[in-house]
T-cell receptor, first 111, second 117 residues
């Protein structure tokens, strides 16, 4: 079956702009989580969505938001971009068991 | 609080050597799950193994083996007869949350493994 698809793979934005990243989970998976990976902070949990509802949220400012659609696809949005938002953003899809399958990520560069 | 410590930042070995990656975790949950992921240069996190806190049986999968010891809160990963393709960053992760509600993955800082041909 198809894996987790994240688009776009690479993105360059300017400070102050906003950005939307997309994640399509494995078919049938209803849980989508987002993680930010930076050299300084490592892998940090952003939020999790399950059946269109945010179920859990990490310790990030309100500029980071997300949503999930009825087909389980998820988007995350970052508003008023800062240089420190440059990171690899990874999406994870989870089914009924406790395994997480990750996508290839979106590498965001803020200039 | 949930915490995962991977004390080894970087390890270099010569091809065919065995290598063990250490992982120590902290959690107040009595039911939790431990994971290992591999991250090649492409960036994707590749799932290697998941263990639950009630199953301390060691596992072997080909050249990979895992040693889970609750008494020392460790979940170490050994690669036998390493190969160049094993070069990557390896992450240990913890998912607890049934008692604390923190049901997301907490990652260690990763160990960069370089296998020299």
């Amino acid at each position: 079956k198809a894996g987790v698809t994240q688009t776009p793979r690479y993105l360059i934005k300017t400070r102050g702009q906003q950005v939307t990243l997309s994640c399509s989970p494995i078919s049938g998976h209803r849980s989508v989580s987002w993680y930010q990976q930076t050299p300084g902070q490592g892998l940090q949990f952003l939020f999790e969505y399950f059946s269109e509802t945010q179920r859990n949220k990490g310790n990030f400012p309100g500029r980071f938001s997300g949503r999930q659609f009825s087909n389980s696809r998820s988007e995350m949005n970052v508003s008023t971009l800062e240089l420190g938002d440059s990171a690899l953003y990874l999406c994870a899809s989870k089914g009924t068991h406790y395994g997480y399958t990750f996508g290839s990520g979106t590498r965001l560069t803020v200039v | 609080a949930q915490k995962v410590t991977q004390a080894q930042t970087e390890i270099s070995v010569v091809e065919k050597e065995d290598v063990t990656l250490d992982c120590v975790y902290e959690t107040r949950d009595t039911t939790y799950y431990l994971f290992w992921y591999k991250q090649p240069p492409s960036g994707e996190l590749v799932f290697l193994i998941r263990r639950n806190s009630f199953d301390e049986q060691n596992e072997i999968s080909g050249r990979y083996s895992w040693n889970f010891q609750k008494s020392t809160s460790s979940f170490n990963f050994t690669i036998t007869a390493s190969q160049v393709v094993d070069s990557a960053v390896y992450f240990c992760a913890l998912r607890g949350g049934l008692q604390t509600g923190a049901n997301n993955l907490f990652f260690g800082t990763g160990t960069r493994l370089t296998v020299i041909p």
